[in-house]
């Protein structure tokens, strides 16, 4: 598995940040508006964008903003999902694999850091495995989750309830990082990457 580096280390070759997000769009312009915007700080920043190849909903947009901005993006999808996603022909680079746990690993493999934007249950399986494996200290990317509008505080909450209740240490959930804009997202990499080591 790729070993984790520093998104500000600029000797090494293109920096990829993995984002999880939801083909649908969600109920508020919000949600589209906010992976625009960090499409396009990607590709501003000249950090490559690895995602589901969607091309619609949240996945739609954090592609479209960092195809805008000439940024790398990597998509990889599952060839059952190329028509209920609208697998995407226009990336710099589209993968179809078989099958969806291929699509993860691959993901995983290509990917320095995670962002999880607003989605349904796809995004939070992929969240979730995401931060197991580190738990299991499989993979030490860090992963920081972007609060838009107030998504996820109510995952906030749990992780807060499960470590009071017992079946979370504090470092446990200490592996998920909140911002709530895209600005913040720079520094909680910074910090996430700080508490791995």
């Known amino acids: 598995m790729r070993p984790a580096r520093d998104w500000q280390d600029a000797a090494v070759a293109t920096y990829r940040i993995c984002v999880f997000c939801g083909a649908s769009a969600g109920a508020s312009p919000e949600y589209v508006a906010q992976a625009y915007l960090l499409g396009g700080e990607l590709g501003r920043r000249g950090i490559g964008l690895v995602y589901g190849a969607g091309g619609v909903g949240v996945m739609g947009a954090v592609s479209d903003g960092a195809l805008a901005a000439g940024g790398e993006v990597i998509g990889v999808i599952p060839q059952a999902l190329m028509e209920r996603e609208y697998g995407r022909l226009d990336l710099s680079d589209l993968r179809v ?62 992780l807060g309830h499960g470590v009071a209740e017992g079946f979370l240490t504090a470092r446990d959930a200490a592996l998920v990082h909140f911002a709530d804009t895209v600005d913040e997202i720079w520094p909680a990499l910074r910090l996430a990457g700080t508490a791995r080591d």
């Open 97 to 158: 694999v078989a099958t969806m746990h291929e699509r993860k690993a691959l993901m995983h493999e290509l990917a320095d850091a995670f962002v999880v934007l607003p989605g349904g249950l796809g995004t939070l399986e992929e969240m979730f495995e995401t931060l197991t494996w580190a738990q299991l200290g499989l993979q030490h990317k860090p992963l920081v989750v972007l609060n838009i509008g107030g998504y996820y505080t109510p995952l906030r909450n749990l």
